[in-house]
């Protein structure tokens, strides 16, 4: 099976934990938009359900497809969110923002009561940090921030390159107006110590380690959809 269809499984399979009725949080990329794809069918079928995106790509793609959406501010409180993930271990603590939707994606999963997490079999892994982590930065400071950033994690025994993301010549600028640095540390063995070091810091807004969120995992792989947690 190629990633495309095992997106499209773990998608269909996310459908079984969908009520009418509910007000659910949408991820970002390219897993939570097979799930999109799969949760039009059933809204034309008649499932009613209100989105709130975590991206104003994904909103583009619900309303193209004709699911009903709001606003966190006209729903503060969601029933589920599901979203897609870069890394998750046993303990389901993710790493996200690959496409650079983390605040919002954090934002929209801690307003929720319970997220799921969707992705293909490859994202599993034994220690989160090979996937580099994106942190969401201020514009202004940046050079002082990423400073900040490397004395910080050099405190927690991490070490790497701590590159702002680029488009072509371009800094990527997230929906709020931010810059991302991905931070290519290597193995995270206190993912808590280096969420609470990044949150120290002034000019980070945010980042992309999802600690105590997921409340469920579901991962697809050539033998079906494995369920965490
Ligand atoms: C976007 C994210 C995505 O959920 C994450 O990057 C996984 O994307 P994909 O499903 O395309 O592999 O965190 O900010």
């Known amino acids: 099976m190629d990633a495309a269809a095992m997106k499209d499984e773990v998608a269909r399979a996310a459908l079984a934990h969908v009520e009418s009725g509910m007000r659910l949080g949408i991820g970002t990329g390219s897993t939570a938009e097979a799930f999109i794809r799969a949760l039009a069918g059933r809204v034309s079928e008649g499932l009613r359900i209100v989105g709130v995106p ?36 046993a303990r389901l603590r993710l790493i996200k923002g690959g496409g650079g939707a983390l605040l919002r994606e954090k934002i929209v999963a801690a307003a929720s009561a319970r ?20 942190i ?11 400073l900040a950033i490397e004395k910080a994690s050099a405190m927690l025994g991490l070490s790497g390159s701590i590159r702002l993301r680029m488009v072509g ?61």
Do not use: Q, W, Y
Not at 171 to 184: C, V, W, Y
């Open 115 to 134: 997220m799921l997490v969707i992705a293909d079999a490859s994202k599993k892994v034994e220690h989160l940090g090979a996937f580099p982590l994106p």
């Open 54 to 89: 975590t991206s104003e790509r994904s909103a583009k793609l619900c309303g193209e497809l004709g699911i009903p959406l709001a606003t966190l501010e006209d729903l503060p409180e969601l029933d589920l969110t599901i979203d897609g993930a870069d890394e998750v271990d």
């Open 136 to 146: 969401e930065v201020n514009g202004f400071g940046v050079l002082a921030t990423t």
């Open 169 to 229: 010549d371009k800094p990527f600028i997230t929906d709020g107006g931010h810059l991302i640095i991905d931070a290519s540390f290597g193995l995270i063995p206190d993912p808590e110590a280096l969420s609470a070091a990044l949150h120290a810091i002034p000019g980070v807004v945010e980042h992309g380690l999802f600690l105590g969120l997921a409340s469920s995992v579901l991962l697809a792989g050539p033998e079906g959809v494995e369920r965490l947690g």
